[in-house]
């Protein structure tokens, strides 16, 4: 296994301890969380089950027989778990390089606790090298793409990425984001976008970085 791999997973690992018996667990997207799925399997017994930010997580989470709600019936979540594509040191991030902001962004909210589970390669001092998507209303790309080009990014589309939302996915370009906060509030104000993948008003409240088997 490489060094992001082993980092992903000692992450993971490290966030299961986390977890509190009895409890819905909120479970992210992507290649960190899978790591984190196949440790909850291990403790399935110990927990009600999950609520999924994505319709792969929820395939994986079932087929590991971790039950999955309907957001809507779940009261309380203790924890959400979930990875990033970049984290900075205000514990901002980018996410949505899988194209699960959305749902993600929404469990973040819900959640009493959202831990950040990522590689050494993910930290960075600003954000932005990493593209930010940005899901959209299908008929309102062109709108968004010349708004976006207007707050200084250069918004190209994910061509035949259709979200699970039925959305489709901006990837913004060339953005120093030295402003998080405003930039998703300023993002968040054009019609037709439906979710910006910056975690900064709700940002992560834990971020565990693994790296060399270690945290
Ligand atoms: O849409 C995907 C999510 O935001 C992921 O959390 C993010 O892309 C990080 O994924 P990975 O753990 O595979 O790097």
Same mark, same amino acid.
């Given at each position: ?5 082993? +980092?992903?997973? =000692?992450?993971?690992?490290? =966030?299961? =301890?986390? #977890? ?10 992507? @290649? ?14 110990? $927990?009600?089950?999950?609520? @999924? @930010?994505?319709?792969? @997580?929820?395939? &994986?989470?079932?087929?590991? +027989?971790?039950? #999955? ?23 901002? &991030?980018? %996410?949505?390089?899988?194209?699960? &902001?959305?749902?993600? %962004? ?7 606790? !959202? ?6 390669? %993910?930290?960075?001092?600003? &954000?932005?090298? !990493?593209?930010?998507? #940005? ?13 976006? *080009? ?15 939302? +039925?959305?489709?996915? *901006?990837?913004? /370009? /060339? ?14 104000? $054009?019609?037709?976008?439906?979710? #910006?993948?910056?975690? =900064? ?7 565990? $970085? ?6």
């Amino acid at each position: 296994m490489n060094d992001a791999e082993n +980092g992903k997973r =000692a992450a993971a690992e490290r =966030a299961l =301890a986390l #977890v509190e018996p009895g409890s819905v667990v909120g479970v992210g997207t992507g @290649s960190t969380v899978r790591w984190f799925i196949e440790g909850l399997a291990r403790m399935r017994h110990d $927990i009600e089950g999950a609520v @999924s @930010s994505s319709e792969a @997580s929820t395939a &994986l989470l079932r087929e590991r +027989g971790i039950a #999955v709600y309907d957001l809507n019936g779940v009261g309380e979540i203790p924890l959400y778990v979930d990875g990033a594509d970049e984290c900075d040191g205000s514990r901002c &991030l980018i %996410k949505g390089g899988g194209a699960a &902001l959305t749902r993600e %962004k929404i469990i973040a909210a819900v959640a009493r606790e !959202f831990v950040c589970i990522i590689d050494p390669a %993910k930290r960075v001092d600003v &954000l932005g090298r !990493f593209p930010l998507p #940005v899901e959209v209303i299908p008929m309102a790309r062109s709108h968004v793409a010349r708004e976006l *080009l207007d707050l200084g990014g250069q918004p190209v589309w994910r061509e035949g990425v259709v979200t699970d939302n +039925g959305n489709w996915i *901006l990837d913004v /370009h /060339h953005l120093q984001i030295t402003d998080p906060e405003a930039l998703e509030t300023a993002i968040n104000q $054009i019609v037709g976008v439906v979710t #910006v993948g910056l975690f =900064a008003r709700r940002r992560a409240d834990r971020v565990l $970085i693994g790296a060399d088997g270690e945290i």
